[in-house]
């Protein structure tokens, strides 16, 4: 991955949701910016989201083109560059 460019991440979650929150915890420790839409209480972005995978499963992730769904260590891992 070219870091000097790097992928708009945005995660699409609920407040009580474990899995939003290990993913959340997982880009903050690797230092990923990311934009949080709480799709429990913002109505347009929980349709974006079902638009984009027709489901209401979260966490749904967005890194550049690529969405991820579900907490996908290794496939986010993938997509941001990161070595663990």
Known sequence: MDTS???EVV???TPTCHFCALSKDY???HNIP???YDVS???EK???M???TGQMGVPVIRI???IVIGFDKPKLAELLGIKE
Do not use: A, M, V
Request: charged share 30%; aromatic share 16%.
């Open 5 to 7: 460019t790097p992928k």
């Open 34 to 36: 990311f934009t949080n």
């Open 27 to 29: 880009f903050t420790k």
């Open 50 to 52: 079902i638009d984009l």
């Open 11 to 13: 995660i699409y979650s």
């Open 64 to 66: 550049g083109d690529d």
């Open 46 to 48: 929980r349709q974006e």
């Open 41 to 43: 209480s913002n109505f």
